[in-house]
Each structure stands twice: as structure tokens, then as C-alpha cells.
């Protein structure tokens, strides 16, 4: 059993509350594209699933286990933190102020009512909605009917005041990583984008109408020899297959987007043996909001393009005249998961900038 990926599962069912109250929770093939996402492998993501969270009957996602949700009742500053404390208190100010006024068998108030209170306040509706849905699944708060109240009488402290009471914050790494992820997944189910569980794949159906159709076998190899590689035993081949999949995806869109204004240096005209990686990923990359890589995706790639030049001899011996160092097996995921990452950022844009039709 990987305790690493039930934890990042975890984490992603936790941020599934934070980006959609109403809706929390994740169905498996969501958490499953998560974990690849994040560069594990299908069968150690399918062995640690059972394992992430709690399935109700009639209910599609899975939900946080009441194990975890325990946990939420204490407040600690965390790093990143993605809740809005002004609205956690504003939720429980409200509640405080109607035990006073209405006493504690009267103090519930409509779900609808606290939200538009809160925005009338200036508190965004969905951090309101967030801190409705955490307290209601930590227990401390019960919903019925859509009428909100405490799960039991008395006035409460505020939450902000116990995060004075824990000046350092606990770090979240795995939250960074899995909230942009999750916060994508759960946009697909209504933007209107295809909800392409392997950007991989997606990207080879796309060679045909980019005119590049004879090297499906190419790309649909690589992407195969990258899935069999073992992070472990093969971290730089795997940081070089993830390095030719970010290449080749962004050399097989250059035609189409230099006809809208994208790759317009000369050197682009010229033959493609000429054309550097980092170089396409710079292009990608301008544009400001137009461009086809947002600033962290061109981040990400400038550190596998890194990784995947240790195959060069000459370049190791100028960066690292005293060694170079080891490649780890987590290196080896990050760099599956980068590839993902600018395969999806092209496929997104191909979304909005489409091919005219063959």
C-alpha cells in the first residue's frame, strides 16, 4: 500500500470542498486521472483508492472519510490555506447572533439567506458556500432541508481565533499540487471541454488534423515506452520520453499557430531539425493571456527541459564540472506529469483556436 498516493488522493477529495461546496467529492475516474495527473501509475492508483475516502448509496463520488473530517473542527494555519476565515467566522457570527435572539431551539437560518448575507458583505458566495460545507461535514454544523444551524447550543468561538493560538502554519505540499488539478477536473464538468482523461491520447487524435497523421505511431509509442518505464530503475529515460512528448506536441501545433499569430520568429520558417525545445516553449509561452502555456506550465517545462539534458555530455560537464546529480524517482513522475501538464495546455488551446476542418 502507497501511503503517498492515498495522501495525495486524500488531499484532492479535501479540495474538491474547497472548489465546489455544493458538489463536493470526486468520482473514481476523476480521482483517477487526478493521480496521473500527478505522475503515478494506474495500478498503485487503483490499489489506493479504496483506501481515500467514503462512498455513500446513490451518491456517484466518493467523499471524505469522517476519519478526516474529524480533524477539520481544529483550525491551524496552514501553508498554502485556501480557506477564507472571514467567512468561516461570518458563518459562525451569524449563528452566534441568533442564539442570542432566537434562543437555541430557533437559531437556524436558510443555506440560501447566509450565502447572500455574506455577499452582501463582500465575502465571495463560494467562500461562504466552503465554509457552510466544512463545518456541516466536520459535524459542527447540521443541514436540513436547507436550513443551517449549530450541531449543538452555545455560542462558538470564532475560527480565526484558534489560528492566532498556532503562530507557525503546517505545510501542505501535496494541497499546492493537487488543488490546480482538482480545480481543472471539476471545471470540465461544465465548461464545456472534453473531459480527456489522458491528455496523451487526446493529443494523438489531434495529429490527423494537424496534418502530421503518419506520426500517430510515433507519438502513440513514446507515449507507451514513457507509461512502461519504471520511475524507479529508469528516472532519466523517463525525464527523456517526457522531454520528447513536450517537443514533439508543441512542434506538430507550429504551422497551425503561426497562421493566428503564434511562433512568428523566423526561425520558425525554417526546417524543424533547427528548432530548439527550449526555444518552442518560450514561444508557447508569449503572448500574455493568449499564450498557449501559462507562466507556471512554462516553469515546470524549463525544469524538465533541464532534467532531460543530462543525455548531453558536453553540457554536464559545463554545468556540473564536479558531477552531476543523481536523477530521483520522484523527479522521474514529475517529469510524466510535466509532459501531461503542456499536453493538456495545448489541447485546451486547439479547444479555443480549432483547425479548420480537413
Not at 444551524?149 to 475560527?159: D, E, I, S, T, W
Not at 514533439?248 to 511562433?263: D, E, K, P, Q, S
Not at 559545463?318 to 499536453?343: I, W
Request: hydrophobic share 40%; aromatic share 8%.
Amino acid at each position: 500500500m502507497n501511503l503517498e498516493i492515498i495522501s495525495f488522493l486524500k488531499t484532492a477529495l479535501e479540495c474538491s470542498v474547497l472548489i465546489a461546496p455544493v458538489e463536493p467529492g470526486l468520482t473514481f475516474q476523476e480521482l483517477a486521472e487526478i493521480g496521473k495527473r500527478a505522475g503515478y501509475q494506474d495500478g498503485e492508483i487503483g490499489d489506493a483508492l479504496p483506501h481515500v475516502g467514503t462512498g455513500y448509496f446513490g451518491v456517484k463520488k466518493l467523499l471524505p472519510s469522517s476519519q478526516e473530517t474529524q480533524s477539520w473542527v481544529f483550525y491551524f494555519p496552514e501553508e498554502p490555506d485556501y480557506r477564507n476565515f472571514e467567512a468561516f467566522d461570518f458563518v459562525v457570527e451569524e449563528l452566534n447572533g441568533l442564539m442570542r435572539s432566537q434562543g437555541a431551539s430557533r437559531a437556524l437560518i436558510e443555506r440560501s439567506v447566509l450565502v447572500e448575507r455574506g455577499a452582501a458583505r463582500g465575502i465571495p458566495r463560494n467562500d461562504v458556500e466552503v465554509a457552510i460545507t466544512w463545518q456541516v461535514m466536520s459535524k459542527q454544523l447540521t443541514e436540513k432541508d436547507g436550513l443551517v444551524r449549530f450541531a449543538n447550543g452555545g455560542v462558538r468561538g470564532l475560527p480565526s481565533e484558534q489560528l492566532l493560538m498556532h503562530p507557525r502554519p503546517h505545510r501542505k505540499p501535496d494541497r499546492e499540487r493537487a488543488f490546480q488539478i482538482v480545480k481543472d477536473v471539476i471545471a470540465r464538468r461544465s465548461d464545456g471541454r472534453p473531459a480527456r482523461a489522458e491528455p496523451l491520447d487526446a493529443f494523438a487524435e489531434q495529429l490527423e488534423s494537424l496534418g502530421y497523421g503518419p506520426f500517430r505511431l510515433w507519438w502513440t509509442q513514446t507515449v507507451s515506452e514513457l507509461r512502461l518505464l519504471d520511475p524507479n530503475s529508469a528516472p532519466v529515460s523517463a525525464s527523456v520520453l517526457a522531454a520528447a512528448l513536450v517537443e514533439g506536441a508543441l512542434t506538430f501545433i507550429v504551422a497551425h499557430a503561426r497562421r493566428i499569430g503564434h511562433f512568428q520568429s523566423p526561425d520558425y520558417a525554417k526546417d524543424p531539425q533547427t528548432w530548439r525545445i527550449d526555444k518552442l516553449v518560450a514561444s508557447a509561452a508569449s503572448g500574455g493571456s493568449s499564450a498557449i502555456l501559462d507562466l507556471p506550465t512554462k516553469a515546470r517545462a524549463e525544469m524538465l527541459i533541464r532534467s532531460r539534458q543530462r543525455i548531453h555530455a558536453g553540457r554536464l560537464l559545463s554545468d556540473f564540472p564536479a558531477g552531476p546529480p543523481d536523477v530521483r524517482p520522484d523527479e522521474a513522475r514529475d517529469a510524466k506529469a510535466t509532459a501531461e501538464q503542456v499536453v493538456r495546455a495545448i489541447l485546451d488551446w486547439l479547444l479555443k483556436n480549432p483547425l479548420p476542418s480537413r
